[in-house]
């Protein structure tokens, strides 16, 4: 199920939160009847946007980085999960190796210590195999809290990968390829590689996930009885665009005002007064890069220079040719009056946490994934709470959180599907 966690939201539970907790039971066994037919991304973080009529993903993350922003009380949450998952998938599994980006960076580190300790503590001998080539002897670096993290040259041989003394039946990627799967890594038929080389970002693409989702929402909207819209963002794609070269603008411009044409519509529907804007993103990138707000198409025949150069490129300096246009989700969260929005963390199909993004100098409508962002864990809520006056015998305060674990987990769902139809070995799932 999904932990009882405190969120930003207080005041009274909406019409969706309301259904969504009413049902219970009814997707509790949606969900195990998925479960049945497709096998969950091994690990993912979803961004989540709560507009307050609406609540939905905006980004799936196959290779999530943040674990450190998790609370220690959350480890055991992510401990069952990952013993659940490596049972699953290597029952006599000893020897975990994990793969990192390759980066000094001590925040990223921190996440990688605590992968280390999640697997550690779930029964595995567990180290760090970097595949960078400036890594040629165990490198220990010292990180700010007092942790340390050796990083180790991989070791290939035909058929396997491991480091000097150490083999792994299994390795975990926490590095998402942007640049492409490096031969090293390829053509490792006698261990479980999780993820996939397939999830990582040179094959996969935002707009097919989303697409995805769609799916997924039209499958749970009809089984809670809902407007799939309430649940899943809209969204178009472009498949040639040059930012720096100015090529591709009209079909960015004629996809930005059809999905604005759409929420206008929507928001018509619902009786929304707030002004629809669209978010265009690379449709490979990560890390926030390659993100702009647009509220009116007008606005794209003014970008600025340093604009254009910032969507011109992603991580790793890849170029920009695709990019997806989806419908802005706004937030009403706030964490000490700063524009908030929640990040839901699984492994294997549970979800074991979560956190605020938080970003003093945003707007309700604009990306928070960007420099300057901070990270605010959410706490376990008080379980010891007396019924309040009129409330019914047995009756505990609703677990608010459990909307974004159902979300986090329609969209976990969503990247199973996708990574079933890009996956070079299986069958479509269509």
């Not at 960076?105 to 195999?129: D, K, T």
């Not at 990040?343 to 979560?354: I, S």
Request: charged share 25%.
């Amino acid at each position: 199920m999904v932990p009882h966690l405190t969120t930003a939201l207080t005041g009274p539970i909406n019409e969706l939160e309301q259904r969504i907790l009413e049902s219970m039971p009814a997707v509790e066994r949606w969900f195990r009847l998925e479960w049945m037919e497709h096998t969950p991304p091994f690990y993912c973080s979803v961004d989540i946007r709560n507009a307050g009529f609406k609540l939905a993903p905006v980004d799936t993350n196959l290779y999530p980085g943040g674990w450190h922003n998790l609370t220690p009380e959350m480890l055991p949450l992510a401990v069952q999960a990952a013993m659940a998952a490596i049972e699953k998938i290597c029952p006599e599994a000893k020897n975990l190796l994990v793969v990192p980006e390759n980066t000094r960076n001590s925040f990223y580190l921190a996440n990688i210590v605590q992968l280390q300790r999640i697997f550690r503590m779930a029964g595995l001998n567990v180290r760090i195999g970097s595949i960078d080539a400036d890594i040629k002897k165990p490198t220990t670096i010292e990180l700010p809290h007092g942790d340390t993290v050796t990083l180790e040259p991989v070791v290939r041989t035909k058929r396997r990968l491991g480091l000097k003394n150490f083999d792994p039946c299994t390795i975990l990627l926490n590095n998402d390829l942007t640049a492409g799967p490096p031969g090293i890594l390829e053509d490792l038929h006698e261990q479980y590689l999780l993820p996939p080389l397939h999830a990582g970002w040179s094959v996969r693409r935002k707009s097919r996930h989303f697409q995805s989702y769609e799916e997924v929402a039209k499958r749970f909207g009809k089984m809670l009885g809902i407007d799939p819209w309430l649940v899943n963002p809209l969204f178009a794609k472009c498949g040639e665009v040059d930012f720096a070269k100015e090529e591709g603008m009209d079909c960015l411009r004629t996809n930005v005002d059809a999905v604005l044409t759409k929420v206008r519509k929507k928001y018509k529907e619902y009786g929304i007064n707030e002004k629809p804007f669209t978010i265009v993103k690379a449709d490979n990138g990560s890390y926030g890069m390659g993100i702009m707000t647009v509220r009116d198409v007008k606005e794209l025949d003014q970008i600025q220079e340093r604009t254009r150069e910032r969507m011109a490129t992603t991580k790793g300096g890849q170029q920009v040719t695709e990019v997806i246009i989806q419908e802005g989700v706004l937030t009403a969260e706030r964490i000490h009056d700063a524009v908030a929005e929640p990040v839901v963390y699984t492994m294997d199909r549970y979800v074991v946490g979560g956190f605020y993004r938080v970003h003093a100098e945003r707007g309700i409508d604009e990306n928070l994934n960007i420099p300057g962002a901070s990270f605010v864990p959410l706490a376990f809520a008080e379980s010891t709470r007396l019924p309040q006056p009129g409330q019914k015998p047995g009756a505990s305060a609703p677990n608010r959180f459990y909307m974004y674990g159902v979300i986090g987990r329609l969209a976990m769902l969503a990247a199973s599907y996708e990574l079933e139809g890009t996956d070079p070995d299986a069958e479509s799932y269509d």
